[in-house]
């Protein structure tokens, strides 16, 4: 086995109720592993969710932790999204005060980046970006040159590309 750490993403589909997204974490704690980004939403069934981690590992600490959680009740199905075979996406929202001079310069940048102003105030403003998380990085690295007071991003998440016949109807893992 490589002992080399990569990143790695997580889909989890699970049980959507009280208490279920502090168990799987709970358990990436336990082992070790420290959850660098995790999104959780309902899926098109209203009772199940899906969670997306991302954390650093090797290939045997994945193994471990797939085998791991797929053991919890409440996990229906659990796999890997592969950095080629999948789409990665962030939401970041960006409060940066605006001077008059700056504006125009600000706004070449947001557009450069097709991200959109969602507030405009007399002394800050509020960018919206989306996109994969290199671009939400060089986006940030682009308006480190002016005063950035608050940024808020979502974590990745993910879906493997093409049609997945299995993530059809998710189904309950055999026990």
């Known amino acids: 086995m490589n002992n080399e750490?990569?990143?790695?993403?997580i889909s989890i589909y699970v049980d959507n109720q009280a208490n279920v997204?502090?168990?799987v974490v709970s358990l990436?704690?336990?082992r070790g592993f420290n959850i660098d980004s995790l999104t959780v939403s309902e899926t098109t069934d209203p009772t199940i969710s899906r969670i997306t981690v991302v954390f650093k590992g090797t290939e045997q600490g994945l193994a471990q932790i797939l085998s791991q959680t797929e053991k919890l009740e409440?996990?229906?199905?659990?796999?890997?999204?592969e950095?080629?075979?999948s789409l990665f996406r962030e939401l970041l929202m960006m409060k940066v005060k605006a001077e008059p001079e700056d504006l125009a310069h600000i706004k070449d940048i947001v557009e450069v980046y097709r991200g959109k102003i969602i507030d405009l105030?007399?002394?800050?403003?509020?960018?919206?970006l989306t996109g994969e998380p290199g671009k939400i990085d060089g986006f940030i690295a682009m308006m480190s040159g002016y005063h950035i007071s608050e940024v808020c991003r979502t974590g990745i998440t993910g879906m493997g590309r093409g049609l997945d016949p299995d993530n059809e109807n998710v189904q309950a893992l055999p026990r």
């Open 28 to 30: 990436y704690g336990r």
């Open 21 to 23: 997204l502090a168990r």
């Open 5 to 9: 750490t990569k990143r790695e993403v």
């Open 74 to 81: 409440v996990v229906r199905r659990i796999f890997v999204l």
């Open 83 to 85: 950095p080629g075979a």
């Open 121 to 128: 105030s007399t002394d800050s403003m509020i960018v919206e």
